[in-house]
Nanobody, 121 residues
């Protein structure tokens, strides 16, 4: 069964932090790299981050580099996104996703239902 379940997002003030978690089906965790993308109203989908299933390398969009950190717990089939120094432009629905091309934040295959993150100024 394909399953990607995100934790609840939330409302946070600019400069604040939030941690998202995602639990994936075991076969997704084994066969794909898991990461995150986001979509804000009226904007295109943006790949945010990914952690490679083969070597554990991490990849980030330029817009979040230095502020967001992705990590994983293989024993729990879980991936986390620690978001620090949040900005209003980070406001979006965040989706946990299975990627084919982790390093390029491309090749989305499956994704969860999404969770809203709102950053107030």
């Amino acid at each position: 069964e394909v399953q990607l379940v995100e934790s609840e997002g939330g409302l946070v003030q600019a400069g604040g932090s939030l941690r998202l978690s995602c639990t994936a089906s075991e076969f997704l965790f084994d066969d794909f790299s898991i990461g995150w993308f986001r979509q804000a109203p009226g904007k295109e989908r943006e790949g945010v981050s990914c952690i490679s299933s083969s070597d554990g390398n991490t990849y980030y969009a330029d817009s979040v580099k230095g502020r967001f950190t992705i990590s994983s717990d293989n024993a729990k089939n879980a991936v986390y996104l620690q978001m620090n120094s949040l900005k209003p432009e980070d406001t979006a629905v965040y989706y946990c996703a299975a990627y084919y091309y982790c390093s390029e934040l491309d090749g989305l295959q499956y994704w969860g239902q999404g969770t809203q993150v709102t950053v107030s100024s």
